[in-house]
């Protein structure tokens, strides 16, 4: 069975600092992908990053970046120089086969202080 | 370039009753999914189908929940007999393949 754990239920950070988001998970499968989905207050479920557990490399997307650590299967988000539109809640996602199933964690609600 | 269309947004429904969601997956996408948010929770799967088909229902309760998506039209999502723990946001998602999940905005359903 998969599973994604975000032990912090709630962050907050001041504007234009940086604050990092934790995740881990567990699978058996080896080949994976990992997501971060932020949900603002509308509710809509926005795709903010991507990662392939093949890809050593860190995603990267402008101010959003993650550390992919494969062995610890954990999968953080770092988002720099945050912005008042960045407060919402955070999910991290497991999907196995592509993204047809996604495992999603219980969420991490950013705050972001002016 | 539509994006995930879902309605309604909101409905609310009296215990017993049916409620039907509807979904238009974006433009090229042939794959759709349902997940389920209950309150102060994560998105929870429950189906994935293509074309008259249904590919994955693992995580569709075994009675009164049911989905299709027809050769012609949206997907629906069909709950009969609601019950008030069926209260929750439903949350339909498409893609081209299976890399990438386009969510639409969610329908909420109240079950009174």
């Known amino acids: 069975a998969q599973t994604v754990t975000q032990s912090q239920p709630e962050m907050s950070v001041q504007e234009a600092e940086t604050v990092t988001l934790s995740c881990t998970y567990d699978?058996?499968?080896?080949?994976?992908?990992l997501f971060w989905y932020k949900q603002p207050p509308s509710r809509q479920m926005i795709l903010v990053i991507r990662?392939?557990?093949?890809?050593?490399q860190n995603a990267t997307e402008n101010r959003f970046s993650v550390n992919f650590q494969k062995a610890a299967k954990s999968f953080s988000l770092k988002i720099s120089d945050s912005q008042l539109g960045d407060a919402a809640m955070y999910f991290c996602?497991?999907?196995?086969?592509?993204?047809?199933?996604?495992?999603f964690g219980q969420g991490t609600r950013l705050t972001i202080n002016p | 370039n539509a994006g995930v269309m879902q309605n309604p947004r909101h409905l609310v429904r009296r215990r017993g009753q049916e409620a039907r969601l509807r979904c238009s997956p974006m433009?090229?996408?042939?794959?759709v999914y349902w997940y389920r948010q209950l309150p102060e929770e994560g998105l929870k799967f429950m189906v994935y189908?293509?074309?008259?088909?249904?590919?994955?229902e693992s995580g569709m309760p075994k009675e009164r929940f049911s989905a299709e998506f027809p050769k012609e039209g949206p997907s629906i999502l069909r709950i009969q007999q609601v019950v008030r723990g069926d209260s929750a946001a439903y949350f339909c998602?498409?893609?081209?393949?299976?890399?990438?999940?386009?969510f639409g905005e969610g329908s909420r359903l109240t079950v009174l």
């Open positions: 998602a498409s893609s081209p393949q299976t890399r990438e999940l386009f």
């Open positions: 699978t058996s499968e080896s080949d994976y992908y």
């Open positions: 990662q392939e557990a093949y890809k050593q």
């Open positions: 996602a497991l999907g196995i086969q592509g993204a047809q199933k996604l495992v």
């Open positions: 433009k090229g996408h042939s794959h």
């Open positions: 189908l293509q074309k008259e088909n249904i590919i994955d």
